[in-house]
């Protein structure tokens, strides 16, 4: 009798092993890659109700070891403020996170893997950046890289990787183009991320929408706002490419960082448009209808 329970109990843990090993991941959790310069890092001060109300059907996987509140790189957590690594703000994927839950149903859950360096040019986030070149940057500049150990790239694509194993990647968020100001070539590099990242993760050519949002427009004192112009003809480049308005969005008077109020309106117009890809028009938001629609 004993030898037969410790064959069973043999078997059963070969077969546990294999169904891990081949562990279908879960349709209903959601997975958002989100990549970008300082205002997808998240620049503005978190205030006390952006630690309010956040589902635990929200979910961020840390990108970087965090030591407050401790986080550990590639490990799901709740997704409250700071996102993207330790010191950083508010982001607009805070309120995109927040509103896609609001309107969709209990069993799904979204989660949003960041990987975002304030001050970097598309070229950074790119497969094939040379760290090398890092030596006539910044130190600033330097240490944000350093979080990374210098390749962005290759960390999103080991996090989505293991993101992977759990849910379905169905969208990639972007927001960057300040530090390309009045790059003309920057509709061919962003398609060159997209499908850099799409190959890398196995994923059908074009088959994952990217929505890529504006930076501070000219009319609010934006300094890049004529950027705006090559970011809204992505779409021709990148057919799946969607463009998130900036209009009336205020910015914190340095003329490239969004207030804190702007970043919950920018996620929700992110959101916005990820629902109606999905087929659910006039979702619930927690903001200023009028705004969320421009």
């Not at 843990?13 to 169904?19: D, E, L, P, R, W």
């Not at 530090?179 to 398609?191: F, I, L, T």
Request: charged share 20%; aromatic share 8%; proline share 5%.
């Amino acid at each position: 009798m004993r030898i037969l329970l410790i064959f069973a109990v043999g078997i059963m843990a070969i077969v546990g092993g294999i169904s891990s090993a081949f562990a279908v991941p879960n349709p209903d959790f959601h997975i958002y890659l989100c990549i970008g310069q300082s205002n997808m890092e998240g620049n503005a001060a978190v205030e006390a109700v952006d630690f309010q109300g956040v589902s635990d059907r929200f979910m961020v996987m840390a990108t970087t070891d965090f030591s407050e509140p401790v986080r550990y790189t590639g490990e799901w957590y709740a997704a409250k403020p700071p996102l993207v690594r330790e010191n950083t703000g508010l982001t607009l994927m805070d309120y995109f996170g927040r509103t896609m839950i609001d309107n969709l149903p209990e069993n799904i859950k979204v989660g949003v893997v960041p990987v975002a360096i304030g001050g970097c040019r598309i070229e950074h986030l790119d497969k094939d950046f040379d760290p090398a070149s890092l030596v006539s940057e910044a130190e600033w500049f330097r240490n944000f890289m350093h979080a990374y150990e210098d390749r962005p790239f290759q960390r999103l694509i080991a996090c989505a990787k293991k993101a992977q194993k759990e849910g379905v990647i169905k969208g990639i968020l972007l927001h960057q183009g300040e530090s390309n100001n009045g790059d003309r070539e920057w509709c061919a590099k962003v398609k060159k991320v997209y499908d850099d990242i799409l190959a890398e993760l196995g994923l059908e050519p074009e088959s994952v929408p990217l929505l890529a949002g504006e930076v501070v427009s000219s009319e609010q004192g934006g300094v890049c706002g004529d950027m705006n112009a090559i970011i809204r003809t992505l779409p021709e480049t990148l057919p799946v490419a969607h463009v998130i308005s900036s209009a009336e969005l205020p910015q914190r008077g340095d003329g490239l960082h969004f207030t804190a109020q702007a970043y919950r309106i920018l996620g929700c117009r992110y959101a916005v448009e990820m629902l109606a890809l999905m087929g659910i028009n006039n979702p619930k938001v927690e903001h200023s209808e009028e705004l969320i629609k421009k």
